[in-house]
């Protein structure tokens, strides 16, 4: 277990630093170093007290108690700095940290122990912190899963926006980070079952549950890291992520007070189908909705209106669907027989390898691959 927590250590601090060394910094790498660097440390904590540095050095005891308290906002933060056009701290953010703050004042009492007396109140053998114990378990269970979700939910909306603002996610995606949310939850359900079984219902397990704990955390950390190398933007000094004019689509009823009236709308999808075909706007890899809206010289509320009510999809589900049907009549034509699949596709609009093969296979139910040998076939 020693080598798995001095990994897990070394790998949260050294992704810190790379984020603390990065070129041209946000407040998201910010927060994300720092998150790193708690994590690392909350790893440190157990593993000294693993080793049995604790009995060493008493005076340890509870320093790092509260620090479970922090991932949930951490997490929390980051995702909305990452979606968030202020990049910058505002007052509202700090109170996310209350509960850390509170517990460390509540704990001051304990901090001016003895090391004799610090002993005691670990061994159980004095109750004066028994009550808070069993809160502050409470509290990191709680915030936890509190922040998880209203990540997740956070994470949602904003995929849900750029699908109905841009052609492509490249740089912008943040799917990655709504995987991340979903292991952060698992650890703290976890942790939340593990605390009722032995805290609550006192069960004997026969191992110790913290080496549970700890290791979904190093486990944690390492997915951090491979999503990290995979997406190069994270870590590395690639251009940031580009600042995003993201228009909200309304919902049915407000569509109804919008002034679009169904004769202009009708009109309006005509002329968005005519220049779509003839103008093959859809080339251009980064097609935003604003552009197209100039382009039509119309607002963003009623084109994203038109193709929600008249076309069903979102618009990156609308502009893709030209793409894909560009590509299969580009590898049907003998003039590219001698180009690539990624090539046509390129020159097709889409952008990336990885988004091509995704938006493919869920719009024909194959790879490009596959379509072509069966079109070969056929």
């Given at each position: 277990?020693?080598?798995?927590?001095?990994?897990?250590?070394?790998?949260?601090?050294?992704?810190?630093?790379?984020?603390?060394?990065?070129?041209?910094?946000?407040?998201?790498?910010?927060?994300?170093?720092?998150?790193?660097?708690?994590?690392?440390?909350?790893?440190?904590?157990?593993?000294?007290?693993?080793?049995?540095?604790?009995?060493?050095?008493p005076h340890l005891i509870g320093v790092f108690a509260p620090v479970p308290l922090l991932h949930g906002p951490l997490c929390y933060l980051y995702a909305l700095?990452?979606?968030?056009?202020?990049?910058?701290?505002?007052?509202?953010?700090?109170?996310?940290?209350?509960?850390?703050?509170?517990?460390?004042?509540?704990?001051?009492?304990?901090?001016?122990?003895?090391?004799?007396?610090?002993?005691?109140?670990?061994?159980?053998?004095?109750?004066?912190?028994?009550?808070?114990?069993?809160?502050?378990?409470?509290?990191?269970?709680?915030?936890?899963?509190?922040?998880?979700?209203?990540?997740?939910?956070?994470?949602?909306?904003?995929?849900?926006?750029?699908?109905?603002?841009?052609?492509?996610?490249?740089?912008?995606?943040?799917?990655?980070?709504?995987?991340?949310?979903?292991?952060?939850?698992?650890?703290?359900?976890?942790?939340?079952?593990?605390?009722?079984?032995?805290?609550?219902?006192?069960l004997n397990l026969g191992f110790d549950i913290n080496i549970v704990y700890y290791s979904l955390v190093v486990i944690f950390i390492l997915c951090i890291g491979?999503?990290?190398?995979?997406?190069?933007?994270?870590?590395?000094?690639?251009?940031?992520?580009?600042?995003?004019?993201?228009?909200?689509?309304?919902?049915?009823?407000?569509?109804?007070?919008?002034?679009?009236?169904?004769?202009?709308?009708?009109?309006?999808?005509?002329?968005?189908?005519?220049?779509?075909?003839?103008?093959?706007?859809?080339?251009?890899?980064?097609?935003?909705?604003?552009?197209?809206?100039?382009?039509?010289?119309?607002?963003?509320?009623?084109?994203?209106?038109?193709?929600?009510?008249?076309?069903?999809?979102?618009?990156?589900?609308?502009?893709?669907?030209?793409?894909?049907?560009?590509?299969?009549?580009?590898?049907?034509?003998?003039?590219?027989?001698?180009?690539?699949?990624?090539?046509?596709?390129?020159?097709?609009?889409?952008?990336?390898?990885?988004?091509?093969?995704?938006?493919?296979?869920?719009?024909?139910?194959?790879?490009?691959?596959?379509?072509?040998?069966?079109?070969?076939?056929?």
């Amino acid at each position: 277990m020693n080598v798995v927590y001095i990994i897990g250590i070394f790998l949260s601090l050294f992704l810190s630093f790379l984020l603390l060394t990065k070129k041209g910094k946000g407040l998201p790498d910010k927060v994300l170093a720092i998150w790193m660097a708690v994590v690392g440390l909350h790893l440190f904590s157990y593993y000294i007290y693993y080793l049995g540095y604790w009995g060493k050095f008493p005076h340890l005891i509870g320093v790092f108690a509260p620090v479970p308290l922090l991932h949930g906002p951490l997490c929390y933060l980051y995702a909305l700095f990452s979606i968030r056009k202020e990049r910058r701290l505002r007052a509202l953010d700090f109170a996310h940290f209350i509960p850390l703050v509170a517990a460390y004042l509540y704990m001051i009492p304990f901090f001016l122990f003895t090391a004799e007396q610090k002993v005691l109140v670990d061994k159980g053998l004095i109750d004066d912190f028994g009550t808070f114990t069993e809160l502050l378990l409470v509290a990191f269970a709680v915030s936890g899963l509190s922040y998880s979700v209203l990540s997740y939910r956070l994470i949602g909306r904003y995929q849900r926006l750029i699908g109905n603002n841009f052609s492509y996610d490249e740089q912008i995606d943040l799917s990655w980070l709504r995987y991340c949310i979903w292991g952060i939850a698992a650890i703290f359900i976890v942790v939340t079952i593990g605390s009722i079984l032995t805290e609550g219902l006192r069960l004997n397990l026969g191992f110790d549950i913290n080496i549970v704990y700890y290791s979904l955390v190093v486990i944690f950390i390492l997915c951090i890291g491979y999503f990290g190398i995979r997406h190069r933007d994270i870590f590395s000094d690639n251009v940031q992520q580009p600042s995003l004019q993201i228009y909200e689509p309304k919902t049915q009823g407000e569509y109804k007070k919008s002034g679009l009236d169904s004769d202009t709308a009708a009109l309006l999808h005509k002329e968005l189908i005519r220049v779509m075909e003839s103008q093959k706007l859809y080339l251009e890899p980064k097609l935003t909705l604003g552009t197209l809206a100039e382009q039509l010289k119309v607002s963003v509320n009623h084109l994203s209106q038109v193709i929600n009510q008249y076309e069903g999809v979102n618009f990156h589900d609308f502009v893709n669907r030209y793409r894909v049907d560009e590509f299969k009549s580009r590898i049907a034509n003998p003039k590219y027989k001698g180009f690539s699949l990624l090539a046509i596709a390129f020159d097709s609009g889409f952008n990336s390898k990885s988004s091509f093969n995704q938006i493919f296979k869920k719009s024909t139910g194959l790879t490009p691959s596959q379509y072509l040998e069966r079109s070969a076939k056929g």
